[in-house]
């Protein structure tokens, strides 16, 4: 074969040329989709991990936010008393650990979920986005747990429920963004900058102080409640309570300034997510 037919026929191969994607089909949502199966399995692995050799199992995920309400109950609803919009204390603190601890969980699970599973990261690949996604959707589970004593408590109290408690799954989809798209910063951070790890405790304890748990956002400063609200979590309390208690007037302004923070740390965390993906299986 003569050198110019070997350049003809090295000619005729097409050349594919691989560039990444920008904007939008950078996140590549349709392979998370694909993976499906996947999420749900790392779902159900956290369910079953989370409670796994203990005494009490599942009873857990009542117990806790329980007494931690009793001890709102004696500390702020009690010594300090604390303003609560006329509901009782104890619900009144009740109602807002709900959300709180399915943020909380979220977070903090999320945002260590790849150091954690850094052996199946090196081994295999899915899609990374898979492992902080079923962190945070696992612990709906708790939540619907937990949720069965407020409903005692609220016919303790004779607290019936209202219309607006159809509101509750939109306010539930909105701490969730919320979780996820912190635990998708977090868990990025963590695999290049492992304080990330420590500092975890102390971002959802600061946060915990900045949201309306212990007290009424009503205490804010009316030219501050737009600033206030800017806390996603600010707008998931105060509906919580609007909508399982009927208690005062629809907080929409917090709400809607709390979708625009929350749609923006998760837009935010899902680029920067996928942005850091390539390095996690070299770096963790």
């Known amino acids: 074969m003569s050198v110019i037919e070997t350049q003809r026929e090295e000619s005729s191969i097409p050349v594919i040329l691989v560039r990444p ?20 399995f790392f779902i159900w692995r956290d369910i079953k991990v989370r409670y796994k050799q203990t005494l009490l199992g599942a009873a857990w995920a009542i117990i806790q936010p329980f007494l931690v309400m009793v001890i709102f109950n004696i500390f702020f609803g009690k010594l300090a008393n604390m303003p609560s919009d006329g509901i009782p204390y104890p619900i009144f603190a ?35 986005l898979a492992i902080p996604i079923a962190s945070v959707i696992a612990g709906l589970v708790d939540f619907a747990l937990a949720l069965t004593i407020l409903l005692v408590m609220m016919w303790f109290y004779d607290y019936s429920p209202t219309k607006w ?19 998708l910063w977090l868990s990025a951070l963590n695999v290049n900058y492992r304080d990330i790890g420590y500092i975890i405790p102390f ?5 915990f102080f900045l949201t309306p748990i212990t007290y009424s956002a009503s205490i804010v400063p009316e030219e ?10 600010t707008g998931v309390i105060q509906g919580f309570r609007w909508a399982m208690l009927g208690v005062g007037e629809p907080p929409s302004a917090l709400i809607l300034a709390s ?21 996690f299986a070299d770096v963790v």
């Open 21 to 40: 994607s920008k904007g939008w089909a950078s996140l590549n949502l349709g392979e998370l989709w694909r993976y499906r199966e996947l999420v749900y």
């Open 94 to 128: 009740y109602v807002a650990l709900l959300p709180w601890q399915l943020f909380e969980n979220g977070v903090r699970k999320a945002g260590n979920s790849l150091v954690t599973g850094r052996n199946l990261l090196t081994k295999v690949y899915f899609p990374r």
């Open 165 to 183: 408690i159809l509101f509750t799954p939109l306010l539930l989809i909105l701490a969730l963004v919320t979780a996820l798209g912190t635990g």
């Open 203 to 207: 971002i959802i304890r600061v946060w």
């Open 224 to 233: 501050y409640q737009t600033i206030y609200a800017l806390n996603p979590m």
């Open 259 to 279: 979708t625009v923070a929350a749609v923006s740390i998760m837009i935010s965390g899902l680029f920067y997510f996928r942005r850091m993906e390539r390095t």
